[in-house]
T-cell receptor, first 116, second 111 residues
Framework: DAGVIQSPRHEVTEMGQEVTLRCKPI?????LFWYRQTMMRGLELLIY????????DSGMPEDRFSAKMPNASFSTLKIQPSEPRDSAVYFC??????????????FGQGTRLTVV | GQSLEQPSEVTAVEGAIVQINCTYQ??????LSWYQQHDGGAPTFLSY????GLEETGRFSSFLSRSDSYGYLLLQELQMKDSASYFC????????????FGAGTRLFVKA
């Protein structure tokens, strides 16, 4: 398996534009997480899905952020309109349901978003 | 609420042993994980403790005490490549399993 795949790796956009980040989780994993990482706030959990259903979106900063998981192999995180303070590295991670060794979360390489 | 506390920075010399502590306050707690992240990279899984005690994986060991809401990561025979950020993370269940990360500990290994 190629691991968690995120695209794009880098995104530079102007304030006010819509940004869509994409994620393909590892096949067979039924939990998917979107995290945001900044120097100031560290790794923040934005939203997570279990079996394609959003379970907890309390970490989503505001209504400008939305996430979807239309099927088990694809998820998007959308920011509309984007603002400079949204600049961060956005990670997608997936894991298999369980309480033993398969609790590991596998991270994608991240999307570095810069809003100017 | 959910919170994990760990030191912001630790410095040690090559070949030494270093311990990174983590205290947590989380609801629906299932276990404690540790992740390593090099600059510019993604977090990668190191270990997971669901039960009290010590788990050993090569040079790295992790410990959990559920009664004390405390855990630590022990790194032995430090190498320069171990310079990275280390995150403790709580595995919790609130309708589904999720992982909440601490702020991370930056480890500097000196020659």
């Amino acid at each position: 398996d190629a691991g968690v795949i995120q695209s794009p790796r880098h995104e530079v956009t102007e304030m006010g534009q819509e940004v869509t980040l994409r994620c393909k989780p590892i096949s067979g994993h039924n939990s998917l997480f979107w995290y945001r990482q900044t120097m100031m706030r560290g790794l923040e959990l934005l939203i997570y899905f279990n079996n394609n259903v959003p379970i907890d979106d309390s970490g989503m900063p505001e209504d400008r952020f939305s996430a979807k998981m239309p099927n088990a192999s694809f998820s998007t995180l959308k920011i509309q309109p984007s603002e400079p303070r949204d600049s961060a590295v956005y990670f997608c991670a997936s894991s298999a349901r369980g309480q033993g060794a398969d609790t590991e979360a596998f991270f994608g390489q991240g999307t570095r978003l810069t809003v100017v | 609420g959910q919170s994990l506390e760990q030191p912001s920075e630790v410095t040690a010399v090559e070949g030494a042993i270093v311990q990174i502590n983590c205290t947590y306050q989380t609801s629906g707690f299932y276990g404690l994980s540790w992740y390593q992240q090099h600059d510019g990279g993604a977090p990668t899984f190191l270990s997971y403790n669901a039960l009290d005690g010590l788990e050993e994986t090569g040079r790295f060991s992790s410990f959990l005490s559920r009664s004390d809401s405390y855990g630590y990561l022990l790194l032995q025979e430090l190498q320069m490549k171990d310079s990275a950020s280390y995150f403790c993370a709580s595995r919790t269940y609130t309708g589904g399993f999720k992982t909440i990360f601490g702020a991370g500990t930056r480890l500097f290994v000196k020659a």
